[in-house]
């Protein structure tokens, strides 16, 4: 092993077991923040077995079975980690499940995790033309790929469900957990590239090295920020969808001039009361204030207004802090951007600049 694939490997191993403890023990952090922890507690180990195994010392050796197959679980972890980040829910018995890939891996190769004698010769030489080993290799390989489809259509849905109907998220959020899953997918397959095509070490090396900097980063932003990746009510929409909807199908039901007459009562209605400064305004609210069915507001808002519910609202609150800066008001943007109804100021300066096409600063500079 070489000198920096060593140093990458202990830095890995410390970093895993620092932020396991503090995402652990702080009591302010989410329950998605201590399912990470007990991810990079698992990274840390994976990181640790390569040195565990080049010591080839006998008191530590015990440890190589149980840990080789370890990262069978990895695409798992990932997918739970990011479903509970957004929504904020906790697991459920059924997430049990996730485990099959690491328990087909413990159960076909049981001798190796109870002997640290055949572990040790397992990973030193793990090519093998047993039909168990050619099952575990597909088992543990096969596992990111399903996994990484999984992250693929549950972030997709995810973010349509929040534009369609949440008034107001960082739209940052999804743009990091796109990043986790290329992240995800490049280190897995520069370890597939690197295992089967008997590529130099300097690809593997690569690899470690980006989940170092992958992981651990999120990692220490969720301690610092443990709502960093928590998409406000989504999981209340998610979970109990209206009745209204799953009974309406798919297709527009109403005519034009119905969708004409809607869409004019709510834009009267929206701006008329300022409903828009509610942060916590969702399809299904702004449907039950105004008195009409949530599969028929949506319909409006996109076949007769050309945009999400998201994009209705935040045109609105945009506009109103527009016309403050028109007005010359010498108030601090992120105060401006809150009473509007902005959640976060991270949110609004994504959301001004795309439907205006400046930086609030800069609006406010060049009207100055």
């Given at each position: 092993?070489?000198?920096?694939?060593?140093?990458?490997?202990?830095?890995?191993?410390?970093?895993?077991?620092?932020l396991?403890?503090?995402?652990?023990?702080?009591?302010?952090?989410?329950?998605?923040s201590?399912?990470?922890?007990?991810?990079?507690?698992?990274?840390?180990?994976?990181?640790?077995?390569?040195?565990?195994?080049?010591?080839?010392?006998?008191?530590?050796?015990?440890?190589?079975?149980?840990?080789?197959?370890?990262?069978?679980?990895?695409?798992?972890l990932?997918?739970?980690?990011?479903?509970?980040?957004?929504?904020?829910?906790?697991?459920k018995?059924s997430?049990?499940?996730?485990?099959?890939?690491?328990?087909?891996?413990?159960?076909?190769?049981?001798?190796?995790?109870?002997?640290?004698?055949?572990?040790?010769?397992?990973?030193?030489?793990?090519?093998?033309?047993?039909?168990?080993?050619?099952?575990?290799?597909?088992?543990?390989?096969?596992?990111?790929?399903?996994?990484?489809?999984?992250?693929?259509?549950?972030?997709?849905q995810?973010?349509?469900?929040?534009?369609?109907?949440?008034?107001?998220?960082?739209?940052?959020?999804?743009?990091?957990?796109?990043?986790?899953i290329?992240?995800?997918?490049l280190?897995?397959?520069?370890?597939?590239?690197?295992?089967?095509?008997?590529?130099?070490?300097?690809?593997?090396?690569?690899?470690?090295?980006?989940?170092?900097l992958?992981?651990?980063?999120?990692?220490?932003?969720?301690?610092?920020?443990?709502?960093?990746?928590?998409?406000?009510?989504?999981?209340?929409?998610?979970?109990?969808p209206?009745q209204?909807?799953?009974?309406?199908?798919?297709?527009?039901?109403?005519?034009?001039?119905?969708?004409?007459?809607?869409?004019?009562l709510?834009?009267?209605?929206?701006?008329?009361?300022?409903?828009?400064?509610?942060?916590?305004?969702t399809?299904?609210?702004?449907?039950?204030?105004?008195g009409?069915?949530?599969?028929?507001?949506?319909?409006?808002?996109?076949?007769?207004?050309g945009?999400?519910?998201?994009?209705?609202?935040?045109?609105?609150?945009?506009?109103?802090?527009?016309?403050?800066?028109?007005?010359?008001?010498?108030?601090?943007?992120?105060?401006?951007?809150?009473?509007?109804?902005?959640?976060?100021?991270?949110s609004?300066?994504?959301?001004?600049?795309?439907?205006?096409?400046?930086?609030?600063?800069?609006?406010?500079?060049?009207l100055g």
């Amino acid at each position: 092993m070489s000198q920096s694939q060593t140093f990458i490997l202990a830095i890995g191993a410390f970093q895993g077991l620092v932020l396991f403890a503090l995402l652990i023990s702080d009591k302010r952090v989410s329950y998605a923040s201590k399912l990470l922890g007990l991810q990079c507690l698992f990274i840390s180990t994976t990181f640790a077995l390569p040195l565990i195994v080049d010591a080839n010392e006998s008191i530590t050796s015990w440890l190589i079975g149980p840990l080789v197959f370890l990262p069978a679980c990895y695409g798992a972890l990932t997918y739970l980690y990011c479903r509970t980040a957004i929504t904020g829910s906790s697991l459920k018995y059924s997430d049990l499940l996730h485990l099959v890939p690491l328990g087909i891996c413990y159960l076909l190769n049981y001798d190796i995790v109870l002997s640290a004698e055949k572990a040790y010769s397992f990973v030193r030489l793990p090519e093998t033309i047993e039909f168990r080993h050619t099952i575990t290799k597909i088992v543990y390989y096969g596992q990111i790929v399903v996994y990484v489809a999984l992250l693929i259509r549950l972030v997709g849905q995810y973010q349509l469900k929040a534009k369609q109907t949440l008034s107001s998220y960082n739209p940052d959020i999804f743009m990091w957990l796109w990043s986790l899953i290329a992240f995800t997918g490049l280190f897995w397959g520069l370890k597939m590239l690197f295992y089967f095509l008997k590529l130099p070490s300097a690809i593997n090396i690569l690899a470690d090295l980006l989940l170092v900097l992958l992981v651990y980063s999120i990692a220490f932003i969720q301690w610092r920020n443990p709502s960093f990746f928590h998409v406000k009510q989504l999981k209340n929409e998610l979970a109990s969808p209206s009745q209204s909807e799953s009974n309406q199908p798919s297709e527009g039901v109403l005519d034009q001039e119905m969708r004409s007459n809607f869409l004019q009562l709510v834009q009267e209605r929206v701006k008329e009361r300022a409903l828009y400064r509610d942060s916590d305004l969702t399809l299904a609210t702004l449907a039950d204030d105004i008195g009409i069915n949530v599969h028929h507001l949506s319909e409006t808002l996109n076949q007769q207004g050309g945009k999400n519910f998201n994009q209705f609202i935040n045109e609105y609150r945009v506009a109103e802090v527009c016309q403050q800066l028109e007005q010359k008001s010498d108030r601090k943007l992120v105060d401006l951007a809150l009473d509007a109804g902005f959640s976060s100021r991270s949110s609004f300066n994504a959301i001004f600049k795309k439907i205006t096409g400046k930086t609030p600063s800069l609006f406010r500079q060049q009207l100055g």
